[in-house]
């Protein structure tokens, strides 16, 4: 079993962390230099900034925050939100961004997370799949933050995507999101057990428990939390040392 | 001074952050005069082998990157810059590296059940043999790793450090004289990386003593 990835996620939205339960009723929760610093601090493994309105407005105003945390905080930076085109890539980066999430605009057009990977490596190309359960074992990709429908299936999507070139899938659960009532493995599972590259589990973390709870069931291979750490139920060194008592690697 | 090649693939921003960080003289450069006279040279790299080595020919570098590590000063490459120092690559069909390093980049073994590739995360380097670069670390520390493709030196010669994945040890660290490749991302890897990158800044002579280390 590789070492625990503990993954803190920011939604940004404008100049806010914001955080929402199922993807609506957004509060704000802090600025995302102090939380981003803080979870650094306390020994968090990587980031994702997640630009939330990006696609409704269509523009990227996550960039400055991305170079302001790349001043000084030496963990890897994933951004998403509004990336539609080669160029948004390739600003994210510039600015100190290691990594893209890419959603709508690659359910949109599947050829353009070919390019991504071809322009720049699968390995900074992770696909966003939001996921909303609606049946038993099936789930639909929303885009636009949940907001709009597809009709694509989500196990299929991420099949496909990893076929596209994507070098990760984050998966986020949209029934659970928020809810701080724990991941759903059956999607987590379901997506991992299809596809060969590693998945980011997202969206339902609110106790240490629910992080280990993945690690033992070996449903995916990064753990991201926003909630759990916003609200400060848990800090970061106490959701690892949960995972580590159980007899898993973390990082100190 | 240490020059950061800068050939248009790489994450600079961060490299140049780190090392400001840690009170590193250095300069981002894409200058062969530059390159040539610095106390040491890190070559970055994020990307596919055969468009950086495109990217070096075009800015004339090739040789200057060679002259570099033939003089004796200290170089490090990072990711695919540690890649690049090799004789060849199969990513994509074969092409050509710098050949500074005896040997071969080849894709990760894929194994049911076993390690996703990419290889994505924090892992502890395993086969540690002395380096100058560890010298100051943390015990066991964890480096953060992106990549699918890993170099094979051909005779073994100059493995510092490997990651057993799906059958075959990846060799993740390597020297050859002054010149040293990590396949993992100081830059990315917390204070342990920030240290690392501080004692190359060390050896190259390039430690402005003004700011404070890792």
């Known amino acids: ?252 | 001074m240490i020059a950061v090649v800068d050939y248009g693939r790489g994450n600079l921003f961060s490299i140049a952050r780190s090392l400001a960080h840690v009170g590193a003289t250095f300069a981002v450069t894409r200058d062969a005069a530059e390159i040539s006279t610095a106390d040491g040279v890190i070559l970055p790299g994020v990307g596919a082998f055969a468009d950086a080595m495109a990217a070096l020919e075009s800015r004339d570098l090739v040789a200057v990157l060679r002259d570099v590590a033939a003089a004796g000063r200290p170089m490090l490459g990072i990711c695919l810059g540690m890649q690049l120092f090799f004789s060849r690559s199969q990513e994509f069909g074969e092409t050509r590296g710098l050949d500074i390093i005896a040997g071969e980049v080849r894709k990760l073994p894929l194994k049911n059940g076993g390690m996703r590739v990419p290889n994505v995360g924090w892992r502890k380097l395993d086969k540690v043999r002395p380096d100058p670069l560890l010298e100051i670390l943390e015990r066991d520390p964890m480096f953060y790793f992106v990549h699918s493709f890993v170099a094979f030196p051909d005779d073994g010669g100059g493995i510092v450090a490997s990651l057993p994945i799906n059958g075959v040890d990846a060799t993740v660290m390597v020297r050859r004289g002054p010149v040293a490749g990590c396949q993992f991302h100081p830059e990315k890897s917390g204070l342990a990386g920030l240290q690392l990158l501080a004692r190359f800044a060390a050896m190259s002579g390039a430690q402005s003593g003004a700011t404070r280390a890792a």
């Not at chain 1, 199922?22 to 630009?51: F, K, S, T, W």
């Not at chain 1, 076929?163 to 659960?173: D, H, R, Y």
Request: include cysteine.
């Open chain 1, 1 to 252: 079993m590789i070492p625990l990835r503990l993954i803190s996620r920011l939604d940004i939205k404008g100049p806010n962390v914001v955080k929402g339960v199922r993807l609506e009723g957004l509060r704000v929760v802090g600025n995302p230099r102090d939380l981003a610093r803080r979870y650094y601090e306390q020994g968090i493994d990587e980031i994702i900034y997640m630009d939330i309105v990006a696609s409704l407005y269509g523009r990227n105003n996550i960039l400055s925050v991305v170079a302001e945390a790349a001043e000084d905080i030496f963990v890897p930076l994933t951004v998403g939100g509004g990336m539609r085109q080669v160029e948004d890539i390739r600003a994210a980066l510039r600015q100190g961004a290691d990594k893209v999430a890419i959603n709508t605009a690659a359910i949109a057009n599947p050829g353009f997370l070919s390019e991504a990977a071809q322009a720049f490596g699968s390995q900074c190309i992770v696909v966003s799949i939001e996921a909303k359960k609606h049946g038993e074992g099936q789930w639909e990709a929303l885009t636009d933050n949940g907001r709009e429908v597809t009709g694509k299936d989500a196990v299929d999507w991420a099949e496909e995507a990893e076929s596209l070139g994507a070098g990760e899938i984050l998966v986020t659960s949209v029934d659970q999101e928020g809810t701080r009532k724990g991941f759903d493995m059956a999607l987590l599972a379901a997506i991992h057990d299809r596809v060969g590259i590693p998945v980011i589990a997202s969206g339902g973390a609110g106790t240490a428990e629910h992080t280990r709870a993945v690690w033992e069931a070996g449903c995916a291979d990064a753990v991201a939390c926003a909630s759990v750490l916003h609200y400060g139920d848990y800090s970061v060194p106490e959701l690892k040392r949960c995972v580590h008592d159980a007899g898993f690697e973390v990082r100190q």
